[in-house]
């Protein structure tokens, strides 16, 4: 899980692992592990999910904690543009460290469309470049379990 400070990293996996969304902010300092277990296709697999603090001008991401991942979630606040920029310096640096693993762009907090300051047309180039953007919602639980399931597919792909 990649992404700025406050996007809603720790509430996605929460959601996804434990069916729980809490409106308390709890920043993450280093990094806390979750696992799940999930069949895609047949096939049993477990997910190690590590939830990174977030990259901010005080805490840059280290690129040593991606080191040996499979695949990645960034994830950008949509309420927050430049939550966005944040998010595509990380892939840069994720895609190098990683050897292009497989990921996926997650613009959280749907449910807050209304508020929303990151651009269609942002999101329609990042898909011109190939990026997999979903909209998700940790609080209402928008397509946090599609966000997971198709990563996994694309890491075993």
Excluded: C, H
């Amino acid at each position: 899980m990649l992404g700025a400070f406050a996007v809603g990293k720790t509430s996605l996996v929460q959601q996804y692992v434990n069916s729980i969304f809490s409106e308390k902010y709890q920043t993450t300092i280093g990094v806390k592990i979750d696992q799940k277990q999930l069949i895609i296709d047949g096939q049993d697999i477990t997910l190690m999910l590590w939830d990174l603090y977030g990259d901010d001008d005080f805490m840059k991401m280290k690129p040593t904690y991606l080191i040996g991942a499979s695949g990645y979630l960034l994830v950008a606040d949509g309420t927050r543009s430049e939550t966005i920029d944040v998010a595509i310096q990380l892939q840069a640096m994720a895609a190098a460290t990683t050897n292009n693993a497989p990921f996926i762009l997650l613009i959280n907090k749907s449910d807050l469309d209304e508020t929303w300051e990151i651009a269609p047309e942002t999101l329609l180039r990042l898909q011109q470049r190939g990026w997999q953007v979903l909209l998700t919602s940790a609080k209402k639980d928008l397509m946090v379990d599609e966000a997971f399931e198709k990563l996994a597919k694309m890491m075993l792909a």
